[in-house]
């Protein structure tokens, strides 16, 4: 199937088949969750209320390292098999899992100003977040800095490679260090530490935003493809007029 997709008009056929039923579900899981959210899911003992921050939270932090880990899938892609649509996955990830990024880290400083008296900690998985937005921003300047596509791709392969050794950094920083942020509730050796009325709404929600961003990520791909597409078309143009000049 791989080798099928690598080819760009296969790509957008299906793509374009699946973009409104990936869409649609998106839309409804997410209206589900909101509902889940709002109505049935309880406030915390402590925290109140403020604890819904938790369901756009955590969802983001887990789709900004997911995305992070296509873009690096796509740069293995990209350098080592060649895959012709590799880099142009890789390309349509980074400003989807950047946005994920800034929302986990916005979400949380909200968060943490009622919990801890600060919108700001030093600790180790702020830190290692904002580091890994500052990755995603890097990786989308290389991308602007090198116009043509092959170069870039190769070049942007090798700093998205060299940046994957913060993903396990932001995974595993509650447990590595002593840190401010809870340890891992949900996806624990000994299972979740989180009640069900709130772990339901909190996966259901995990899983409308991962849909959310597959639509994006299929739509971002599709863009780029038109993009070089139009790219070609002009520079063809290009030639062909030179030629007639000459």
Not at 16 to 24: E, H, I
Not at 162 to 190: C, E, M, Y
């Amino acid at each position: 199937m791989i080798r099928e997709l690598a080819n760009p008009t296969r790509f957008m056929s299906l793509s374009g088949t699946l973009l409104p039923w990936v869409g649609g579900l998106a839309a409804l899981v997410m209206a589900a969750g909101l509902y889940m959210v709002w109505f049935t899911a309880p406030a915390d003992y402590q925290q109140g209320e403020t604890v819904k921050i938790m369901y756009i939270h955590v969802p983001a932090a887990w789709l900004s390292l997911f995305f992070y880990m296509i873009m690096a899938s796509s740069a293995l892609g990209t350098l080592v098999w060649r895959h012709p649509l590799a880099d142009v996955s890789q390309k349509a990830a980074a400003p989807i899992g950047a946005a994920f990024t800034l929302i986990c880290l916005v979400t949380g400083s909200l968060w943490g100003k009622p919990m801890w008296g600060t919108y700001w900690q030093w600790d180790a998985r702020l830190t290692s977040m904002l580091v890994m937005l500052l990755i995603y921003l890097g990786i989308l300047a290389l991308w602007r800095a090198i116009e043509e596509p092959n170069r870039a791709a190769r070049a942007v392969s090798i700093l998205t490679l060299v940046g994957a050794v913060n993903v396990p950094i932001v995974k595993f920083s509650v447990d590595w260090w002593n840190t401010l942020h809870q340890p891992a509730s949900v996806f624990r050796l000994g299972g979740p530490t989180i009640h069900s009325s709130m772990l339901v709404p909190l996966l259901v929600m995990a899983v409308a935003f991962t849909l959310v961003g597959v639509a994006l990520h299929l739509s971002g791909m599709r863009t780029e493809i038109l993009r070089r597409r139009v790219r070609t078309l002009t520079i063809l143009e290009a030639e062909r007029l030179d030629a007639q000049a000459a």
